[in-house]
Every structure is written in structure tokens, then in C-alpha cells.
């Protein structure tokens, strides 16, 4: 708690903010968001931009501790989303969410269809153009079989879940999908170096965003297998470090495409 009222006593705004909680007992959208970016900005400053996990859990219960009334609405998706919205912002971490269903699903099924058919290819854009997001079902997949395993896996639950802890290896996260079936899963679990971390949701696309910001929120690599998809959801959805990080010429080409698609949509 000291941390962080210390922060916001010395930055400029900080004390409106401070001021505001001690007579309405909570904050508006607004303030919220400028407490996050001045928090953020001091963070960065003292710690670089990729913060230890400790060091972000330490702003995170900061927060919650010296305003105690923002720690439901703040945390309702668990401290892995609370984590990346520290390490970016508010409008980063609800860009998948938001954003999926009505622009990119829709536009990468049509670039989909613009590359050679293949029986797996046409299988899977059948299902993606079939699969409700708010379902239990999984993410479409990509193409490699290999990469597919490593993104998803299906666990039924009439079996043991430590079983499957200890033939799992490697610090590259991914979702273990559990249910009686796979058209019916009932949780999804983020699955990384021999831990179990429930997800907060149980719709495939709400589980697979918090996979995605859970390699920032524990500072692990992409699996190498999967790089140019998370990088290609890196830059096109979530917009962080674009024209940084390095991406492969099929990435860039989807990237401007889609984006290119967003700004004629936006001038119709």
C-alpha cells in the first residue's frame, strides 16, 4: 500500500485521485485509467518495461489494498488479466474480446479461403465459420497437427488431472480444454511447467486470451512451433510492439490486409 500512495503522492494527478476515493470511496473509468497509467509509468521507469512478476503482483495488491472497493470490479477475470493491464492498458487487454467476433474472425476466415484447400484446411474453416464463441469448444486451430497439440489439448475429466501433470513438460503455456467430450467442455485450465492455473471463464475464446497475456504476465517465450501465430495476434490484435518485434513476411502481409480491410469498413 505504501508503494503505490507514495507513487501517486509524488506524480502529478496523483493526489486528485487520491482525493477522489477519500470522499466518493471509489473511482470513475477515467481516474481509474490514469491511476493505472501513472502506476505503469513508474513501474517501467524503476523496473524496465518487462517488470519480474513479483514486482507486478506488488503494484497489483498495491492497488487493491489502498483502495480496497475497486478489488472485485478490478480483478474480475483474475489477476493474469489485472497483471497485463498494468504492463499496458485497459484498451489492450480487451482488444481479443471485443474485437474477434465482429472484425477479425470474419476477415481471417475470408483470408483463409484465398489459400490453397486442403481437406484440413476446408475442415477447419467449416468449423470456424460454424463455432459460436460464447460455446465450449476450441479455438479454431492451425494448420500444423503438431502445433495444435501444443495450443490445446483435451482432457477428459473422468480422468486425472495430476496424470496428466506429470507427463507434461516445457515452460511454454497452453490450455488443457476438460470435459466429457470435446464439443462439451466444462473448464478450461492454463498449463505451464507442471502447474494448473484455472482460467476465469469457461468460453474458448475468453480462455484463449488469457493464455495469450499469460507469456507477459510470467515472462515466457512463445512455443517456437506456435511464434508466428502469437505474433501474428501480437500485432494485429492486440497492437503491441508493432514495427518491434519481428515478424515473418506472411504476418505482416495478413496484418496489413486485415487493417487495410478495417479502415474501408470504417469509410463505408
Not at 497489483?60 to 493474469?80: C, Q
Not at 493491464?85 to 480487451?94: D, I, K, R, V
Not at 498449463?191 to 468460453?203: A, E, F, H, R, S
Request: charged share 25%; with cysteine; aromatic share 10%.
Amino acid at each position: 500500500m505504501m508503494l503505490v500512495e507514495g507513487v501517486l503522492q509524488s506524480k502529478s494527478g496523483g493526489e486528485e485521485i487520491l482525493q477522489e476515493y477519500e470522499t466518493t470511496e471509489t473511482l470513475t473509468d477515467a481516474t481509474r485509467r490514469q491511476m493505472v497509467n501513472i502506476l505503469v509509468a513508474d513501474m517501467i521507469d524503476k523496473h524496465g518495461h518487462l517488470p519480474t512478476k513479483a514486482i507486478r503482483e506488488k503494484y497489483a495488491f498495491g492497488i487493491v489494498t489502498l483502495f480496497p472497493s475497486l478489488k472485485d470490479p478490478y480483478t474480475k477475470k483474475g489477476y493474469i488479466d489485472q497483471d497485463f493491464s498494468l504492463l499496458f492498458n485497459e484498451e489492450t487487454s480487451s482488444r481479443l474480446l471485443q474485437k474477434w467476433d465482429v472484425f477479425f474472425k470474419p476477415n481471417v476466415i475470408k483470408e483463409a479461403k484465398r489459400f490453397t484447400s486442403t481437406p484440413e484446411l476446408k475442415s477447419l474453416v467449416q468449423s470456424a465459420e460454424s463455432l459460436q464463441s460464447a460455446g465450449g469448444q476450441k479455438s479454431p486451430k492451425i494448420s500444423a497437427s503438431d502445433a495444435v497439440e501444443r495450443l490445446v489439448v483435451f482432457h477428459k475429466s473422468c480422468c486425472s488431472l495430476e496424470e496428466h501433470l506429470r507427463g507434461q513438460r516445457g515452460l511454454q503455456p497452453y490450455l488443457l480444454a476438460v470435459g466429457r467430450q470435446k464439443s462439451k467442455i466444462d473448464s478450461f485450465y492454463i498449463v505451464m511447467d507442471k502447474c494448473l492455473i484455472p482460467c476465469q471463464t469457461n468460453g474458448s475464446l475468453g480462455a484463449f486470451d488469457e493464455l495469450f497475456k499469460a507469456h507477459f504476465v510470467f515472462n515466457v517465450s512463445y512455443d517456437a512451433a506456435l511464434m508466428n501465430f502469437y505474433t501474428f495476434l501480437q500485432t494485429t490484435v492486440y497492437n503491441i510492439d508493432v514495427g518491434k518485434i519481428k515478424e515473418s513476411p506472411r504476418v505482416r502481409d495478413m496484418r496489413a490486409r486485415l487493417l487495410n480491410q478495417s479502415l474501408v469498413l470504417s469509410c463505408e
